[in-house]
T-cell receptor
Framework: AQSVTQLDSQVPVFEEAPVELRCNYS??????LFWYVQYPNQGLQLLLK??????LVKGINGFEAEFNKSQTSFHLRKPSVHISDTAEYFC????????????FGKGTLLTVNP | KAGVTQTPRYLIKTRGQQVTLSCSPI?????VSWYQQTPGQGLQFLFE???????NKGNFPGRFSGRQFSNSRSEMNVSTLELGDSALYLC??????????????FGPGTRLTVL
């Protein structure tokens, strides 16, 4: 069975600092990987996705993630964060054999302080 | 294009009651998935419907059920509510299959509180 581990439940950073949110997955087959963001009292919004091809994926709002198959990781990065990036971030995985069911990590709360 | 809509947004029920939540997908989307979000368990997959058929199911008791109509609108029902059913219930729609090139679009959720 596939699983997703988000190593940090909370990440506090200062505005304009770089940030990395870590995500590791376990699966014995090829996977599709996603990062979603959830702002307070809202649903989830897709930030970026890795399906195949280039391992560096660029998403919305200046975020990017790198797929590392050997380390089974898909870490999310942003070189300079803003106050408005404060939200919860979820990593998710699926693969063909799962009937495309998404399995989510527990989430990382990113808090950007002035 | 209108997004995924969920009604009601907030709901308060008491133990033992039943509840029905509604989800209207984006026009043209045929796949609808439901998730339960709680602080302790995070986001957990409930089930997915495609063309009125349940295609995928998570590990939830039979008290949780759903259905999809011919217009792709979906409802989920929880019978004999328990305190632990208090959660944010999220609905997501996609064109065909979630998790591939077809992005899942999430609604704002229904916040269910069981007293």
């Amino acid at each position: 069975a596939q699983s997703v581990t988000q190593l940090d439940s909370q990440v506090p950073v200062f505005e304009e600092a770089p940030v990395e949110l870590r995500c590791n997955y376990s699966s014995s087959v090829s996977v599709y990987l996603f990062w979603y963001v959830q702002y307070p009292n809202q649903g989830l919004q897709l930030l970026l996705k890795y399906l195949s091809g280039s391992t560096l994926v660029k998403g919305i709002n200046g975020f990017e993630a790198e797929f590392n198959k050997s380390q089974t990781s898909f870490h999310l990065r942003k070189p300079s964060v803003h106050i408005s990036d404060t939200a919860e971030y979820f990593c998710a995985v699926t693969y063909r054999g799962s009937n495309y069911k998404l399995t989510f990590g527990k989430g990382t709360l990113l808090t950007v302080n002035p | 294009k209108a997004g995924v809509t969920q009604t009601p947004r907030y709901l308060i029920k008491t133990r033992g009651q039943q509840v029905t939540l509604s989800c209207s997908p984006i026009s043209g989307h045929r796949s609808v998935s439901w998730y339960q979000q709680t602080p302790g368990q995070g986001l957990q997959f409930l089930f997915e419907y495609f063309s009125e058929t349940q295609r995928n199911k998570g590990n939830f008791p039979g008290r949780f059920s759903g259905r999809q109509f011919s217009n792709s609108r979906s409802e989920m029902n929880v019978s004999t509510l328990e305190l632990g059913d208090s959660a944010l219930y999220l609905c997501a729609s996609s064109w065909v299959s979630p998790g591939t090139n077809n992005e899942q679009f999430f609604g704002p959720g229904t916040r269910l509180t069981v007293l």
